[in-house]
């Protein structure tokens, strides 16, 4: 046999089980991966790149078991043949599929095994390029682990150290030290691929931490390496990392009143989605999740509510159902008559008591919602205990737009009280808070609330700045809302079946009342 043919049997393959994979076929793929890897077994570089292969495919159909015995199976064949490094990879793996198991409700055990798979990684001896690849393959598991978490201020040095193993990574040179066993040359990501998803986990914290111009910041770098990138790799995960960027910063635009571009952006998505149909299966549900946060941001409560509900329909995973009922939930509380199905959610969603999900961000949103709507209900002294509940969650872990949010509730309940002292120092920080994310609504809320608050107190002067405030707020969302429903990408809030459509209808413009945005 040819070891140049054996390697194009191989590579051909593995390239053809990612093939059958974008287009949705993954019960070809893996017959076609067990035969390679059947066959690959005196070739350690293919043998271990084809276990992994597999059992990231098992890990995507959630068949965490499968995956985890393969990585088993990687581990014990790296030692075997004497691959200190591909073992370290194998076992780190292992965890993670491990920690995907354990993130449905046993999120406690996740953290002695993250500490056993830092110092298998600390201790591992090898050359310079190899240590620190490993170093970020750890590290991403961890932070991504504490994001899960909603851990938002306890990611912070982790996040910190990635950041920095990257700098040092993108220094080093492939080619500077070539190891003497194949099974060695296996690299869990290329180099450039670990710069993207570096920036991509940055963007991530800087969302959920309510740092907007930084996560747009980090976005701009990341697509652009993508667009590099792609003019000369077709990799699929490059796809995968431009939506979950894309579905990230629709998510900050819609915070700093830019629904316009955000919605440019949602029908980017499609289009990527309708040129793989394995992105689009493993994303529909994140796309139904933007419309209908935009359909909330125009004030189209009808097709919110659909967005949501298809949204539901479409998603089996935990914090991702919780975030969802959350958002469909407020849509409930604006809408003011639903009070049956309001109640049916608030219950799935109960952070008083058996919560369904580990994250820390989502539970202090729920306390949140629950305040809304006992603030909605005039139940004043019951919604300021849910929201105090959601300030102590959300200072402790420095989730700055659920802080600011609060407040500005806080502060609106305290007014409506006629406590106009304690409602003026809840407003003032929840302002503050609010430039610095920034966000446009909790912006709106805070300078209705302090004109109010200072025409109340007889400050003339300072009730006529926060009224040329509101009114500039007002007229920047007003205008941003008129630019998007005009956009003829505005009718994809009436998809709610089947893949994105391709061609969208002009709109005559708006469709829906201002009045709530005023």
């Known amino acids: ?47 271990c790149r084809l276990l992994f292969q597999l059992a990231q495919l098992h890990t995507l159909e959630k068949d965490l078991v499968s995956a985890c015995d393969l990585l088993g199976v990687g581990a014990e064949y790296a030692r075997v043949v004497g691959s200190e490094y591909t073992r370290c990879h194998s076992r780190d793996s292992a965890r993670k599929s491990c920690h995907l198991l354990l993130m449905e409700r046993k999120l406690q055990e996740v953290h002695p095994l993250l500490t056993l798979c830092g110092q298998i990684v600390e201790n591992w001896q090898g050359n310079p390029i ?7 393959f750890f590290l991403v598991l961890q932070v991504t682990h504490y994001l899960d978490a909603g851990q938002v201020k306890s990611v912070k040095p982790c996040l910190k150290q990635l950041q920095q193993c990257i700098q040092t990574i993108s220094t080093l040179h492939d080619d500077e030290i070539l190891p003497s066993n194949p099974a060695d040359l296996f690299h869990w990501l290329p180099k450039e691929h670990m710069c993207v998803l570096v920036y991509l986990v940055t963007v991530m914290h800087s969302m959920q931490a309510g740092y907007l111009e930084k996560a747009q910041k980090y976005t701009d770098k990341a697509l652009m390496q993508l667009e590099k990138l792609k003019m000369l790799d077709c990799s699929p995960i490059l796809s995968s990392f431009q939506v979950i960027l894309l579905e990230h910063i629709i998510m900050c635009r819609l915070v700093t009143g830019h ?12 289009q990527l989605c309708q ?89 202090a949103a729920a306390f949140y919602i629950r305040g809304l709507f006992s603030f909605f209900q005039g ?20 989730l700055n737009r659920l802080t600011a949010c609060s407040l500005v509730l806080l502060g609106h309940i305290f007014y409506v009280l006629g406590n106009h002292r304690e409602s003026n120092n809840m407003v003032v920080p929840a302002m503050q808070l609010a430039s610095k994310i920034p966000d446009m609504s909790v912006q709106l809320w805070s300078s209705a609330l302090l004109r109010d608050l200072n025409k109340a107190c007889g400050n003339a002067l300072d009730a ?14 007003l205008q941003d809302h008129i630019e998007a429903c005009s956009l003829p990408e505005h ?28």
């Open 1 to 47: 046999q040819i070891p140049q043919f054996e390697d194009v049997k191989f590579e051909a393959a593995s390239l053809l089980s990612e093939l059958y994979c974008q287009e949705n076929s993954v019960d070809t793929a893996k017959p076609l991966l067990r035969k390679a890897i059947q066959i690959s077994q005196q070739t350690p570089y293919w043998h």
């Open 130 to 136: 190899q240590k620190e690849s490993l170093r970020v």
């Open 259 to 270: 629904k316009a571009t955000a919605l440019q952006e949602i029908s980017q998505v499609c």
């Open 275 to 363: 040129q793989s149909p394995r992105l689009f299966s493993n994303h529909a549900a994140q796309l139904h999740t933007l419309l209908g946060l935009y359909c909330i941001s125009v004030n189209c409560m009808d097709n919110a509510e659909a967005q949501f509900t298809t949204a539901l329909r479409l998603t089996t995973h935990q914090e991702l159902w919780a975030f969802i009922v959350t958002n469909l939930a407020s849509v409930y509380i604006r809408e003011g008559n639903r009070h049956q199905e309001l109640y049916s959610l608030l219950e799935r969603i109960n952070p008083d008591h058996n919560f369904p999900v580990s994250s820390h961000c989502l539970r």
């Open 379 to 398: 139940r004043y002294n019951e919604a300021k205990r849910f929201l105090r509940e959601t300030l102590k969650m959300s200072n402790a872990e420095d």
């Open 464 to 477: 006529h700045e926060a009224a040329q405030m509101h009114q500039n707020f007002s007229q920047q969302l």
């Open 491 to 518: 009718n994809l809030i009436t998809w709610t079946d089947g893949p994105p459509p391709v061609q969208f209808q002009a709109q005559n413009g708006p469709t829906t009342s201002l009045a709530s945005l005023l």
